[in-house]
């Protein structure tokens, strides 16, 4: 298994060690409590249906599992609106709930990650009917960003900020004498505050809550906006982004202000008095690649979501650029990369691939839109996700990419519940195509989230053929596709092998020879061209994310292979 390659290759990474620490190649899975299992029967997920799957996902053979929030909220951008960190909201169950769920999880041997949010609260948090009680210039306001508004009356917003939902990023309050007053910054939906982080209650506030969580015995956290904590002081005047949510431009005075760092560190210390190691990952939508990854240096993440990865088109080019680019960039501070495709704010990758790749893909998608071409997306998401698993580092899996599930493109505006498609008017439909239940049983009530059939977004004819039980067993199934590419990932130890890039296979195919700490050599390769391709002469392949036609390499089709 050792010994010369018959091409030529160009480091671009070396090799970790069998002691480096489980978060540098775990692959986490994404559960999104609200769409998961619901044990209740309401139609929302819960945290005891959570706890009853949980074997589906040791049996998927992921290390850790990230929640979405659960905890005390009004529900207006889906628990992204916090009334309380450090309970659960009763439409998820209970902080016994809780302590079952990460109990069961360790019981299997999974790791469990829980969301924070400290960009903003809910706007039914107590702190915010403090503020709004005790008026201008008082402490309980200093917690949030208020302002005076400008012109004579105060009625203009202090700046032309834009939400990332939609809309202006000010609301105005009225003040306990009735008279319209301040106003209050809220990047997102009015219903989420911004936070201050320059005032102390709010950096010890988060500090319990760290401490609250790790107690209960999580192993990390993903942090919520983590690039949008701090704003420039001097609140400069600043366009729309052109990009719509999150769109990163690096000059915007809200976003990856240098001031984020040294929260970054503060919490690093405070996770390092436990043991064993708990962990942080950044939702940092930041680019360039070297801007993330100051993030991910030594004293601060442990993780970042490669999100330049998930925003590359499915073309050669871009794709080899964006895998050299990160891994040098994260390389150069000592961070492992994180690869991510899909999550509970994009279209899932199974309909994105579909789509025409010269473009930006929308925000969602409706039934009068452009639909995607589900066959193609699917052949190129599994494409797609065998070469991710097949780069070092970690990598994050959303729900349901298991089963290449495609977004709900024809969901009815009815059915909507996503803040930017009321913000905008229905402007941009929103991000409800990602958030739909999971199927696990055809036939059966809701696809099997539960036993009553109720479910808070409809489940599109398609998911019934892709249900859990559908592919369970069946050789050829995107789910039997996942779990072997998870066995042969640990099994070869691609998440802490070198990376190097094969040369001469054509400018449309993208090969990597992975060699592990022990010598183990894996070829992953990727054929983007029109046309079928030869693999190198002495290749056994282990796995295939479609069928070989004649030997040959297929469009669109990635393996990995023993050379
Ligand atoms: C993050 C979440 C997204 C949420 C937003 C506001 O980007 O992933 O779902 O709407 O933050 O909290």
Redesign the pocket.
């Known amino acids: 298994m050792t010994g010369a390659t018959p091409f030529a290759t160009r480091e671009l990474h070396a090799p970790g060690s069998a002691g480096d620490p489980w978060w540098r190649d775990a692959v986490i899975y994404q559960v999104y409590p609200r769409s998961w299992a619901d044990a209740d029967g309401d139609g929302i997920g819960d945290l005891r249906g959570i706890a009853s799957r949980l074997a589906h996902l040791a049996a998927l053979g992921v290390d850790a599992v990230w929640l979405?929030p659960f905890y005390t909220s009004p529900q207006r951008?889906?628990g992204?609106?916090v009334a309380d960190h450090r309970d659960v909201d009763p439409l998820f169950g209970s902080l016994t709930d809780a302590d079952a769920l990460i109990a069961r999880a360790h019981e299997l041997g999974l790791r469990i990650i829980v969301?924070l949010?400290p960009?903003?609260t809910s706007s039914e948090h107590p702190w915010f009917g403090e503020a709004l009680t005790a008026g201008p210039g008082s402490p309980e306001r200093d917690r949030y960003h208020f302002r005076d508004g400008l012109g004579e009356d105060g009625s203009e917003p202090p700046t032309n900020w834009q939400s990332?939902?939609g809309g202006a990023a000010w609301t105005r309050v009225t003040e306990p004498d009735g008279r319209p007053g301040q106003w209050y910054l809220h990047?997102?939906?009015p219903s989420?505050p911004d936070l201050n982080w320059q005032n102390c209650d709010v950096r010890a506030d988060f500090r319990s809550t760290l401490r609250f969580w790790l107690d209960r015995g999580v192993d990390g956290f993903r942090v919520?906006?983590a690039h949008g904590l701090v704003k420039d002081p001097t609140f400069p005047p600043f366009g729309t982004p052109p990009g719509g949510?999150?769109e990163v431009t690096s000059d915007a005075p809200f976003w990856d202000q240098d001031g984020v760092h040294e929260i970054y560190r503060d919490w690093r210390e405070l996770l390092q008095e436990y043991s064993p190691e708990r962990i942080m990952c950044a939702?940092a939508?930041v680019s360039p690649a070297d801007r993330a990854a100051r993030y991910v240096r030594e004293d601060e993440f442990h993780q970042a979501f490669n999100f330049e990865f998930l925003d590359t088109p499915w073309l050669a080019e871009p794709m080899r650029d964006v895998i050299a680019g990160s891994l040098a960039a994260s390389d150069a501070v000592g961070a492992p990369t994180t690869w991510v495709l899909s999550?509970?704010?994009v279209l899932r990758h199974a309909s994105r691939l579909g789509l025409p790749q010269d473009e930006e893909p929308p925000n969602g998608i409706g039934p009068e839109d452009l639909q995607p071409d589900a066959a193609l997306g699917l052949r190129r998401a599994r494409a797609a996700t065998t070469l991710m698993l097949g780069l070092p580092g970690g990598a994050y899996v959303y729900q349901g990419e298991e089963l290449g599930l495609p977004e709900h493109t024809t969901l009815p505006d009815e059915a909507r519940a996503?803040?930017?498609f009321t913000r905008t008017r229905g402007a941009e439909k929103g991000?409800d195509g990602c958030r739909v239940p999971m199927p696990w049983t055809k036939g059966a009530p809701a696809l099997g989230f539960n036993d009553t059939g109720a479910a808070w977004l409809p489940q599109p004819d398609s998911y019934a053929d892709l249900a859990v039980d559908q592919q369970d067993g069946v050789p050829g199934s995107t789910l039997e596709l996942y779990r072997q590419l998870l066995a042969l990932r640990r099994e070869r130890d691609l998440g802490r092998a070198g990376l190097a890039e094969v040369e001469g296979l054509g400018d449309e195919v993208l090969a990597y020879l992975a060699t592990a700490p022990d010598g183990t050599r894996t070829l992953v390769v990727a054929n983007l061209s029109p046309e079928s391709i030869e693999l190198p002469a002495g290749t056994r392949v282990l796995v295939a994310s479609d069928e070989l036609v004649e030997g040959g390499l297929p469009t669109d089709t990635c393996v990995w292979a023993e050379i």
Do not use: G, K
Request: no cysteine; net charge negative; glycine share 0%.
């Open positions: 979405s951008d889906a992204y609106d969301d949010v960009n903003h990332n939902f990047l997102f939906d989420q919520d906006v949510l999150l939702e939508w999550n509970h704010d996503d803040p930017t991000r």
